[in-house]
């Protein structure tokens, strides 16, 4: 055959890795591309530099004066550097990443280039509209907003389609103030986060509390598939994902001949991508792990919750770029082939301080170990009350197929602990420690608290969110997703449960002067009332499906179409209210845009299955369906009997094929729905089970067709990069 397939085989045997310039040592690179504090130390007056240095720590407010400074200072250095753009980057609610892109050079009345760039264009971008000079400004949310500098996220340097650009990290807001954006809540519920935390720490006798930052350390897991392959394929192209595919046999041994030159070129690109990162300031290091054929992922160390979603945005970025340079593509969709493992991303978080530490690390000293404990029962606690906007905010139509599948977090969140910290915490709730209270109470309590060890060791992969060793693993989010949404709900809901854990707190210490007492009472109260959530067994276990829901209470949640709707619930809106992290505007937008998205991203790969289906799986079907009637036929003339099931087979499975797209096309013709509810629910439970029952007997057609005549690229082909 001469099909794109069978070419894309034959130009990837002849691929070579591209060839990448490495540096002499990564020191020579590292952050080289980055206006950060080193560099502002290097270039600003003492003065200026402290005054900025305070911002980026702290958060507090930059005066016009510095900020005119730091603007010149960092055109200066931008432009030492062959920069001539900048541009205001910012975070819509769509996961996406948004620039608007400006000159340094104005004209002036002569006529003559002058370059400005100064404190006020630095930290406010210009409307959205028409006013920008070099045109290349690209609107991706209809709203008119602005945007506006975040001192606290560095920036940087990147090449674009303009040359290299100076890439400022922004807010993006209305004309009215409200948050467009993932960033500004981030910020807002980190602040939330530090005043609750605040005053747990004050009432635990802490006297020097340093600003209480969020950090986040995110693993990426992702798919490279060759360019070619890619290309072939329309599903892959506008949806991310395979609408159709046979697994491949049980069993075969892919054929390795094909695919020789691919492991290097892996390898190639994974330098380049890590050099790319490093100049940047990331930190990452990547694991060259195959959990599925072609799947790998890429751990940077963790920082500031919103510098890492900030540069987890970038690292998506610029794992697509990359891939694309070495004739790959880079699948970031959490299932792009269905029966092997998908892609997640694990949100590893933690709060902390300079002056306290990392508070979900047990510590060494009683004290310690006391704030270890209440900071922890407010994440269970937290996840107990607001377990359905933890669903909530990874619901997308692709996580879908992730969730509550067999190899994936079910869609039910529970909190695993590991053995020795359930058992703590369950022997708080069953009043063990109180029990021995006689003078030998307290050792007891103490003993048993300083005994408790840092890394469990014994890690539940099934779990969607777990405790593991200093700090909360949130493994369900998308492999797709920015960051920001699970950071902002976690921090929201630790600051609701520190909020709730400092009034009990105060109320046992007024009854009862020992510390320890009033934390055990604490926790014991939290625990019978929110103990339910906590769950170390196999997640994946159907017992545990039935168990969670009729015994535990828990909610369980399989699609974004039953999980969206709990951003109206009135305690999430009064929960984000009331820590001042999202009007209730603001949430009701959220919800409008996801429940969108989630539409729209059904729709469009419904259609895409339609025409797969018709102009694709068909017409090969009715072409080998042709050949072998016409052997049988012939046959029969000469006295020879064909066996014809083959044909039977191919010419009921393309019937049924067709009339399940006649069925689907009548279904997404439906437009009179009466809620965006309602549209979501036809979506999940009307549209995507009849995209799976074409998808099944187009598959089936894969298996009974002539190979040489299949034009889609295989599995086994697509996913052979080992
Ligand atoms: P595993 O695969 O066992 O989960 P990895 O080493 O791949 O572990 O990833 C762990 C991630 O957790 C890294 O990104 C790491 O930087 C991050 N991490 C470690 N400590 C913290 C912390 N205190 N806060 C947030 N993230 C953390
Ligand atoms: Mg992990």
């Known amino acids: 055959g001469n099909s794109a397939r069978v070419q894309a085989i034959n130009e990837i045997t002849k691929r070579v890795p591209m060839s990448v310039e490495m540096p002499d040592t990564l020191k020579s690179i590292w952050a080289c591309d980055v206006f950060n504090l080193a560099t502002m130390e290097d270039s600003l007056s003492k003065k200026a530099f402290k005054a900025i240095k305070n911002t980026v720590q702290t958060g507090a407010a930059l005066d016009p004066a510095t900020a005119d400074v730091v603007a010149a200072a960092m055109k200066d250095w931008a432009m030492s550097k062959g920069v001539k753009f900048f541009s205001h980057i910012f975070y819509p609610m769509t996961n996406a990443t948004a620039e608007k892109h400006d000159g340094?050079?104005?004209?002036?009345?002569?006529?003559?280039?002058?370059t400005e760039f100064t404190g006020s264009l630095l930290i406010k971008g210009e409307p959205d509209g028409s006013s920008f000079p070099n045109g290349s400004l690209r609107m991706t949310n209809a709203a008119r907003g602005y945007t506006a500098w975040d001192p606290t996220s560095p920036a940087y340097i990147m090449e674009t389609d303009n040359g290299a650009t100076l890439m400022i990290p922004s807010v993006f807001m209305s004309w009215t103030g409200e948050a467009l954006d993932k960033k500004i809540p981030l910020l807002r519920s980190n602040c939330a986060m530090n005043e609750a935390a605040q005053k747990v720490l004050s009432l635990m006798g802490e006297t020097e509390i340093a600003t209480l930052n969020s950090s986040c350390g995110a693993e990426q897991e992702y798919f490279l598939v060759d360019a070619l392959f890619a290309n072939a394929r329309p599903d892959l192209l506008l949806a991310g994902r395979t609408l159709f595919g046979a697994a491949p046999a049980k069993g075969q041994e892919f054929d390795d001949h094909y695919f020789g030159a691919i492991p290097e070129r892996v390898q190639v690109f994974m330098q380049d991508f890590e050099n790319k990162l490093y100049r940047l300031g990331i930190p990452a290091k990547t694991h060259h792990n195959e959990v599925a054929p072609g799947?790998?992922?890429?751990?940077?160390?963790?920082?500031?919750?919103?510098?890492?979603?900030?540069?987890?945005?970038?690292?998506?970025?610029?794992?697509?770029?990359?891939?694309?340079?070495?004739?790959?593509?880079?699948?970031?969709?959490?299932?792009?082939?269905?029966?092997?493992?998908?892609?997640?991303?694990?949100?590893?978080?933690s709060v902390g301080n300079a002056t306290q530490g990392n508070l979900l690390d047990p510590g060494n000293t009683p004290n310690e170990n006391l704030n270890f404990l209440l900071f922890c029962g407010a994440v269970i606690r937290g996840v107990h009350t607001y377990g359905p906007l933890l669903r909530a905010v990874i619901a997308t139509a692709s996580n879908d197929h992730r969730l509550g599948a067999n190899e994936a977090p079910p869609a039910i969140i529970s909190v695993y602990l590991g053995d020795q910290l359930e058992k703590l915490f369950l022997d708080i709730k069953e009043g063990k420690l109180e029990a021995t209270a006689s003078g030998g109470l307290m050792d007891l309590g103490l003993?048993?608290?300083?005994?408790?060890?840092?890394?469990?060791?014994?890690?539940?992969?099934?779990?969607?969110?777990?405790?593991?060793?200093?700090?909360?693993?949130?493994?369900?989010?998308?492999?797709?997703?920015?960051?920001?949404g699970p950071l902002v709900a976690m921090n929201t809901i630790l600051a609701d449960s520190l909020e709730w854990v400092a009034d009990q707190l105060e109320k046992a210490l007024s009854t009862d002067s020992n510390q320890v007492l009033a934390v055990i009472t604490v926790l014991k109260k939290l625990m019978d009332e929110h103990g339910n959530v906590v769950f170390g067994g196999d997640g994946y276990s159907s017992e545990w499906h039935t168990k969670a829901v009729e015994e535990r209470g828990l909610k369980n949640l399989p699609t974004s179409a039953d999980a969206l709707p709990y951003l109206r619930d009135p305690s999430i809106v009064e929960l984000f209210e009331s820590t001042g992290v999202l009007t209730p505007v603001e949430l009701k937008s959220r919800f409008d845009v996801y429940a969108e998205q989630y539409i729209l991203s059904i729709e469009v790969e419904a259609k895409l299955v339609i025409d797969m289906a018709k102009t694709t799986i068909y017409p090969t079907a009715m072409s080998y369906l042709s050949d072998l009637l016409a052997v049988v036929s012939e046959g029969s003339g000469l006295g020879i009997t064909v066996d014809a099931s083959t044909a039977k087979t191919i010419a009921e499975e393309s019937n049924a094929m067709m009339t399940a797209v006649a069925e689907l096309s009548d279904a997404l013709a439906q437009h009179d729905f009466d809620s965006t509810d309602a549209h979501m629910n036809h979506c999940a439970f009307t549209i995507r089970p009849l995209m799976d029952k074409i998808r099944e007997h187009g598959d089936l057609l894969e298996c009974e067709i002539a190979d040489e005549l299949w034009p889609l690229p295989k599995y086994r082909e697509m996913l052979f990069i080992k």
């Open 295 to 349: 799947q790998f992922e890429i751990a940077p160390y963790f920082e500031s919750a919103n510098v890492a979603s900030d540069h987890q945005q970038l690292m998506m970025t610029i794992l697509k770029v990359t891939a694309k340079q070495h004739g790959f593509m880079c699948l970031l969709h959490e299932k792009p082939f269905a029966g092997v493992n998908g892609s997640g991303k694990h949100v590893n978080w």
């Open 447 to 484: 003993d048993q608290i300083l005994k408790f060890e840092r890394d469990p060791g014994d890690r539940n992969r099934t779990s969607p969110f777990a405790f593991t060793g200093n700090r909360f693993e949130f493994r369900a989010v998308g492999s797709s997703q920015s960051v920001s």
């Open 104 to 114: 340094f050079i104005i004209t002036n009345a002569d006529g003559a280039a002058i």
